[in-house]
């Protein structure tokens, strides 16, 4: 990749979603309901959405503020210094003496695919309003589907206020309405999520749940632009053409073939992914040229136990993405 001297050299981004420790295990399957699993090994690390992809825009040399709550218990020092040794900025976190700071259990099974149990504990506190100083300053606003459906959807509203750019995770898809819809730019949603979306829209009629080009030009009705995510298979992006009567392009990122020893855990891959992408918009990159990146980014986080201690730093993605054997963008 050529250096371009359009970007934008010191960028930030305002990362307002959850922050928890995380419980890792690894384990041959997950048990049938009513079942038990006796697990004699786990290791705690920060997680969360939020503070996941917070670290992925550190990693890629971009200011990462962390706007988010914890509760006043040990947990919050480990997450909160952890945060801190990875390079994001944690002076805007607040802290509650109501909820214990928020939690997940994660048990990875032999093909890296995890099964997360979140609870959110103070990320219920989290409120938009409370960070609107770090908001004015950000060039790019990024959100989850962590908190509160009411905090993501005042997130796009203090967003819009600030003119910062919002890129919308939305995973789990907790709200929907076409005022938040509208100001995500990209959208971000797996298969699933796309489908979910559309649907809570009223605009599925007529779209099969496997019609994913359907799907996608269905959200570019609201949106500028929308990424979905296809696991092994990479993913999907299209964005608003310049001319009004064109019909939008939609592109395939296939994912990096990984061989099957490698692949580990894939607990933050798709934050690795998010992360990544964000910070790279944030410097101007055009959504084109950040998706590769972003693609190498959540190929790396698969590569380890755990989320923020499986990423990697920008030097090494280049390199990835410089390979004669990592994959193109292509029309789908």
């Keep these: 990749?050529?250096?371009?001297?359009?970007?934008?050299?010191?960028?930030?981004?305002?990362?307002?979603?959850?922050?928890?420790?995380?419980?890792?295990?690894?384990?041959?399957?997950?048990?049938?309901?009513?079942?038990?699993?006796?697990?004699?090994?786990?290791?705690?690390?920060?997680?969360?959405?939020?503070?996941?992809?917070?670290?992925?825009?550190?990693?890629?040399?971009?200011?990462?503020?962390?706007?988010?709550?914890?509760?006043?218990?040990?947990?919050?020092?480990?997450?909160?210094e952890e945060l801190n040794a990875h390079g994001v900025d944690v002076h805007s976190i607040k802290t509650s003496w109501d909820l214990p700071t928020g939690s997940a259990f994660v048990a990875t099974n032999r093909k890296g695919r995890p099964v997360i149990f979140v609870q959110r504990g103070a990320d219920a506190l989290t409120d938009p309003t409370d960070f609107v100083d770090e908001f004015a300053s950000a060039d790019v606003v990024l959100a989850q589907g962590e908190l509160l459906p009411e905090a993501t959807?005042?997130?796009?509203?203090v967003a819009s206020m600030y003119s910062a750019r919002l890129v919308l995770n939305l995973n789990p898809v907790v709200t929907v309405t076409p005022a938040l819809i509208d100001h995500a730019d990209p959208l971000i949603v797996n298969m699933k999520g796309a489908?979910?979306?559309?649907?809570?829209?009223?605009?599925?009629?007529?779209?099969?749940?496997?019609?994913?080009?359907?799907?996608?030009?269905?959200?570019?009705?609201?949106?500028?632009?929308?990424i979905m995510l296809r696991g092994d298979h990479g993913c999907l992006f299209a964005q608003h053409s310049?001319?009004?009567?064109?019909?939008?392009?939609?592109?395939?990122?296939?994912?990096?073939?990984?061989?099957?020893?490698?692949?580990?855990?894939?607990?933050?891959?798709?934050?690795?992914?998010?992360?990544?992408?964000?910070?790279?918009?944030?410097?101007?990159?055009?959504?084109?040229?950040?998706?590769?990146?972003?693609t190498a980014a959540g190929a790396a986080a698969v590569q380890a136990?755990?989320?923020?201690?499986?990423?990697?730093?920008?030097?090494?993605?280049?390199?990835?993405?410089?390979a004669e054997d990592f994959p193109a963008i292509r029309v789908y």
């Excluded at 829209?201 to 799907?215: P, V, W």
């Excluded at 136990?305 to 410089?322: D, I, P, Q, Y």
């Design 1 to 80: 990749m050529q250096p371009n001297p359009d970007l934008n050299e010191n960028p930030t981004v305002v990362v307002c979603g959850s922050i928890h420790l995380d419980t890792l295990v690894q384990v041959d399957s997950v048990p049938a309901e009513g079942g038990t699993l006796i697990v004699d090994d786990g290791t705690n690390s920060l997680g969360g959405k939020g503070a996941n992809q917070a670290v992925a825009i550190a990693y890629d040399g971009v200011r990462a503020v962390m706007a988010g709550t914890v509760g006043e218990d040990r947990a919050a020092d480990v997450v909160v």
């Design 153 to 157: 959807e005042a997130i796009a509203s």
């Design 242 to 294: 310049d001319g009004l009567d064109d019909e939008p392009t939609i592109y395939e990122h296939p994912a990096l073939k990984l061989p099957e020893e490698k692949i580990v855990d894939g607990t933050g891959s798709g934050d690795a992914f998010v992360g990544t992408l964000t910070a790279e918009l944030a410097k101007g990159t055009s959504l084109y040229d950040a998706i590769p990146l972003a």
């Design 305 to 322: 136990v755990g989320a923020c201690s499986a990423f990697v730093r920008r030097e090494k993605l280049l390199e990835m993405v410089e």
């Design 195 to 226: 489908w979910e979306t559309i649907r809570r829209l009223d605009i599925a009629e007529g779209i099969r749940a496997t019609d994913y080009r359907a799907q996608l030009e269905a959200l570019l009705q609201y949106c500028p632009s929308v």
